[in-house]
């Protein structure tokens, strides 16, 4: 609509005779652009494609996009210059009867139609990945049975036992969280049947661990805040010999923003008794929650472990893999300088709160990055299931990592 809008008012003023714009478009690098403009939308749709299926994200650096735009330049004017110009040219072409017009686009139409039918049948043409690709994708992108049987969707809390199955053991250690959680109950499940302890896992989608504190953008049907609260009253009445282990995706909490290149709106934190009112006030509001909720649990004599969020992709992991086998080239990177900017607001945080109250902060970012990169690959495999979760084999890898450091 609004380039609809600017288009009309350009030629509406123009009416009126000469003026500022239409001096400034009649420069020649605009006419330029304006005699190739149609090969230029041609062209440019499959260019930024290619280098978004090479990249694995829509969000290009600047570099690459002013290159997208060159070569886009490039073609255009070499589309107009051999395609559109011969076809103008009527004495040099004869046009076309009635006959080859609908007889070549009847035949373009069925070719064109009978390869997508041919592609969607075939579920998009998988073996051009090669088998050990796509057995490493599905491995990698698939929900252990523990994350499905205990994230729970609706407001009350599902106590889901994890760890040893020994009779009679007690409870050390309760996992509490949102869908981050969910993805590290099998990497818990499997360090604490190791360890000969037992278990208890309380995950909610789009529900981190604070007090007080729904998300906005969820909807009054999430309950957020009731489930937490719930989830609290079980911890101080049923376990109170367990080390409470916290983990949250806190970093697009304090911000209210995603990764840059992840598909999602914003997380907009508020009150339970308020109304939303943006996302600027996220940080101060997460504070006060998720520090309400550590001194209740110290002042009930609980040791707490706060986990940091693990480094925010911000692109489909496992994809972007089997993109860059596909086409051989490397798997993308986190680089450690947009970690740590991206953090800028969240660890200060979290630090605060677990000083003020004696929790233990634990930083998954201290085993998965070093001082250029965060690894979202280990051997291989990958370390997440999509753009910010971890996988069944990066839980596996991480969990004992940082419980041994909570223990130290």
């Known amino acids: ?36 403009s149609y090969s230029l939308y041609l062209w440019h749709w499959p260019v930024l494609i290619a280098a978004r299926m090479i990249e694995g994200s829509a969000v290009l650096d600047l570099p690459l996009a002013w290159a997208c735009i060159g070569l886009s330049l490039a073609l255009a004017f070499l589309s107009w210059k051999f395609v559109e110009q011969p076809f103008r040219r009527k004495a040099r072409m004869a046009a076309p009867a009635r006959k080859q017009i609908f007889g070549f686009s009847a035949g373009g139409i069925f070719l064109l139609g009978s390869v997508s039918a041919g592609v969607a049948l075939a579920d998009g043409l998988p073996l051009r990945l090669g088998a050990s690709t796509i057995a490493l994708h599905a491995d990698a992108t698939r929900l252990h049975p523990l994350d499905r049987q205990c994230t729970t969707q609706g407001k009350s809390p599902n106590a889901c036992p994890v760890g040893s199955e020994a009779p009679g053991a007690q409870v050390a250690y309760v996992l509490w969280g949102d869908s981050h959680a969910g993805a590290m109950i099998s990497g818990f499940d499997h360090w604490l049947k190791r360890e000969g302890k037992a278990g208890i896992a309380f995950a909610k989608a789009a529900c981190a661990p604070m007090l007080g504190l729904r998300r906005a953008d969820m909807g009054s049907r999430h309950g957020c805040d009731t489930h937490n609260a719930a989830v609290l009253e079980r911890i101080l009445a049923d376990y109170p010999q367990a080390t409470i282990v916290l983990v949250g995706r806190w970093t697009m909490l304090a911000m209210g923003t995603r990764m840059t290149g992840e598909p999602g709106g914003l997380a907009i934190l508020t009150t339970s008794a308020q109304p939303a009112s943006g996302i600027a006030a996220n940080a101060a509001l997460l504070e006060n929650g998720l520090a309400e909720l550590v001194a209740r649990l110290r002042q009930a004599d609980r040791r707490v472990v706060l986990l940091a969020g693990v480094p ?61 990169r965060c690894g979202v690959l280990l051997a291989g495999k990958p370390l997440y299931r999509d753009d910010d979760h971890l996988s069944i084999a990066g839980a596996a890898w991480l969990v004992p990592r940082m419980m041994a450091a909570a223990a130290s």
């Open 1 to 36: 609509m609004p380039a609809c809008v600017g288009t009309a008012a350009l030629i509406w003023a123009g009416t009126g005779g000469h003026h500022l714009v239409g001096r400034l478009l009649s420069l020649a690098p605009f006419v330029w652009i304006g005699l190739i």
């Open 312 to 372: 925010e992709p911000g692109f489909h992991v496992p994809n972007n893999q089997a993109r860059a086998a596909m086409l051989g080239t490397v798997p993308r990177e986190v680089s450690r300088a947009t970690f740590d900017q991206r953090i800028a607001t969240s660890d200060p945080l979290l630090v605060r709160v677990a000083e003020r109250y004696g929790a233990r902060l634990v930083r998954p970012a201290d085993f998965l990055c070093d001082d250029t």
